[in-house]
């Protein structure tokens, strides 16, 4: 089979699944943490759908805050959650896609997302895998924001 089919077997992710992104879309645009939700490329042939976060919910001097999503025809999806301060960066990322160095489903661990570990997630229906992360990242808010307070 051809790899740009998307089989599993194949190690592809296949294309991008243009109902789960718009999906996804009003899920990010409804959402009081997300201040802009948009595709990259364009809405008409979304391959990325980028959310930036309001930095006025997080403490001190946040400049940048954003979550990168993808998803597959074939289920897989990347979500990657990021933060940029001054010149720091601390991020992560919720995986599946065939790999050889971690279970399908995976975690790149924060601070660098380096470092993966195995992941198991109770659903993987797209709002499910959503609220998985956006309640990792309010976590992560008021980390930030209890450290801030003990400084």
Request: charged share 25%; aromatic share 8%; proline share 8%.
């Amino acid at each position: 089979m051809d790899p740009s089919s998307g089989d599993p077997a194949s190690g592809s992710t296949g294309p991008p699944d243009r109902q789960t992104l718009r999906l996804l879309e009003r899920q990010l645009a409804s959402d009081p943490l997300v201040a802009v939700a948009e595709f990259e490329p364009d809405s008409h042939e979304p391959q990325l759908l980028r959310g930036t976060l309001d930095t006025e919910r997080y403490p001190g001097s946040e400049t940048a805050a954003q979550i990168d999503i993808r998803w597959f025809t074939t289920g897989d999806f990347s979500i990657h959650y990021r933060e940029v301060r001054g010149t720091d960066q601390w991020e992560c990322r919720w995986d599946r896609h065939p790999n050889t160095h971690n279970a399908r489903v995976h975690f790149h661990e924060p601070p660098t997302g380096v470092e993966v570990s195995n992941l198991e997630l109770s659903s993987l229906h797209p709002l499910d895998v959503y609220s998985t992360v956006f309640e990792a990242i309010d976590q992560r808010i008021e980390t930030l924001w209890s450290d801030s307070s003990s400084e």
